[in-house]
């Protein structure tokens, strides 16, 4: 008996036996795994899917967007390593035993943590964002601005009062003065960025007038830069902060090792411009905005980003898969348990870290291939629950709650504990409550982020982003090794406090506001009277004895050119001018 013989009890065509003859010929010429299974229910629920249902049905294997990486192209050897995979037999909890995680969480190096038990928030901070990192943003700010005043100035764009002429090179102290200043503007919020420096008495602040002048301020945020325009990587939308993305995930992982459960999740960045990678999440406080993906460990920390930027111009970031392993990346084969939600679930991303010496756990999609439909499509009432096992030890269980719930482990069986929920007691999967406890590491970090967020709108997307990295995801990940590392109790909001204190005091007794302040602001023009007898204090039109001259030679000038009593003290030398001319002279200024 063939192994098409159980299900073919209708009509075919010759052309579908002639193809059923030769595809059971192959599978009868190979030793296929096909042919030493028994025939149950169970199998033909599983095994439905390579056999023929209608004439008009073609009989081919879909891939998965996440499982381009394993089909090579060999048809008869992976069909047969898909029937064998998705065999699912009753639980019998022996699932696969990987390394035991041995590593020592925390701030690294070891011996480090002894020598800033007594350290400040600032030494934290710039083990992860070093005053080298300052000075490459001030030399590409620097840099920016010289080609911005270069271009603009040969298309004589420039305006005559634009702050553009004013324009000094920044450093090192001045760029930690001016990230400051933006997060003292998290800490105190006011509806516009000229607010700070206005002189209401309502709204009047003074902290951020002794720490640089508004006009210095406004054109360091247009100039702010953090890589040459220049070394523009072709198809890369974020060229423009890689380097800073790069450096940070750097820092991120060298001085600190993360706890044995590790949570993959994204989270969105709140920006409305006009991009082409931009979001719409329904189900995030701010909908539209630029996708992250963390890797983040109990306590909040981020391990690692990666920041989303369309599939088209991405090669790791387009499939749940890949986003994980790249993700993973440096911390396979060390006994870590990875808690993610149901988008990057599926059974092969199981086992694909089960080879790596990883446990998976996580929610599921029930549209996700290869898996039991028996547990799947099955219908249970409240508090019960359907699951199935492979020979991996993968558990996929539904239980039933208010809704249900699909899940899959690589770690767990089908255990029961009890939980207590307002003095009420609630008998919970054992995947679940591990799942609740660990899948929040990414929900703490995005909630301790938005307490004093300094992040505001702006038309450009790079500049937002590196805000949020360098003033919300380093600020949180320093003080989280702090807490750790000093046992220290202080809050959030005060550390940012003490942190705006540290960025603005960089540089502070070679800084004198006063001084930039007498420089940088805008002269005002006007007319005035000389004191005095008017005899005395008389002399000519500037403006009128020099168009006298150049028409009606010295001479005539001087018996012709009125003489006034009022002056401009602003333009050099105190020049005389009458009413007309002054306005004539300063139409410019």
Request: charged fraction near 30%; aromatic fraction near 10%.
């Amino acid at each position: 008996m063939s192994i098409f013989d159980n299900t073919c009890d209708f009509e075919l065509s010759l052309t579908d036996i002639q193809a059923i003859d030769e595809l059971e010929k192959r599978f009868t010429q190979r030793d296929s795994p096909l042919l030493d299974i028994p025939y149950s229910s169970e199998l033909c629920d599983d095994t439905e899917d390579i056999l023929p249902r209608n004439r008009n049905r073609k009989r081919c294997y879909v891939i998965d967007s996440d499982d381009e990486d394993e089909y090579t192209g060999q048809q008869v050897s992976s069909v047969n390593t898909r029937i064998d995979k998705d065999f699912w037999r009753e639980p019998t909890g022996k699932q696969r035993k990987v390394i035991p995680f041995t590593e020592c969480p925390g701030l690294k190096p070891y011996s480090l943590r002894s020598l800033m038990v007594h350290s400040k928030p600032e030494d934290f901070y710039a083990l992860l964002v070093p005053d080298s990192m300052f000075h490459n943003i001030a030399i590409e700010t620097n840099r920016y601005a010289a080609q911005t005043i270069t271009n603009l100035s040969s298309k004589k764009q420039i305006k005559p009062g634009s702050r553009l002429h004013s324009w000094t090179d920044t450093n090192q102290d001045e760029m930690k003065r001016f990230f400051g200043l933006i997060l003292f503007m998290g800490i105190v919020r006011l509806p516009k960025l000229a607010d700070y420096w206005s002189i209401d008495q309502m709204i009047c602040q003074t902290f951020p007038r002794k720490i640089m002048p508004r006009n210095r301020f406004e054109i360091l945020l247009r100039m702010v830069h953090f890589c040459n325009n220049n070394n523009q990587r072709c198809g890369d939308r974020l060229f423009k902060i890689r380097d800073l993305i790069d450096t940070l995930n750097l820092n991120f992982k060298a001085h600190y090792y993360p706890q044995e459960n590790l949570c993959i999740d994204e989270s969105l960045v709140p920006f409305r411009g006009r991009i082409m990678f931009r979001q719409y999440i329904k189900l995030k406080r701010h909908k539209y905005g630029i996708k992250v993906f963390k890797l983040c460990t109990n306590s909040g920390y981020t391990n690692k980003i990666q920041i989303y930027a369309g599939k088209r111009c991405e090669t790791e970031n387009t499939t749940p898969t890949n986003v994980v392993m790249s993700l993973m990346e440096g911390y396979l084969q060390k006994g870590h348990t990875l808690y993610t939600d149901n988008w990057y679930t599926s059974v092969n991303l199981g086992r694909k870290l089960l080879e790596n010496e990883t446990h998976r756990v996580g929610t599921l999609r029930k549209n996700r291939k290869y898996l039991p439909k028996v547990v799947i499509n099955g219908k249970i009432r409240k508090g019960e629950f359907r699951a199935k096992e492979n020979e991996d030890g993968i558990t996929c269980m539904k239980w039933k709650d208010k809704r249900d719930v699909y899940l899959l482990s690589t770690k767990h069986s089908i255990g029961f504990t009890r939980t207590y929920k307002r003095d009420k007691e609630i008998i919970k999967p054992k995947i679940v409550k591990d799942y609740n406890s660990a899948k929040s590491a990414v929900d703490l970090s995005d909630q301790m982020i938005a307490y004093s967020t300094p992040l505001r709108k702006t038309v450009k997307s790079y500049r937002k982003l590196a805000v949020e990295l360098l003033l919300n995801t380093a600020l949180l990940n320093s003080y989280i090794i702090y807490k750790e590392t000093t046992k220290s109790k202080i809050g959030i909001v005060d550390y940012r406090k003490k942190l705006c204190k540290y960025l603005t005091d960089s540089g502070k007794e070679n800084y004198n506001p006063e001084t930039s302040l007498a420089i940088n602001k805008r002269q005002k023009h006007e007319l005035k009277k000389k004191e005095g007898p008017v005899k005395k204090s008389r002399k000519y039109c500037s403006r009128c004895y020099k168009v006298n001259v150049r028409t009606l030679g010295r001479n005539y000038a001087r018996k012709k050119t009125k003489q006034v009593n009022t002056y401009c003290p602003q333009c050099p030398n105190e020049l005389h001018f009458c009413l007309n001319c002054f306005n004539e002279e300063h139409k410019k200024l």
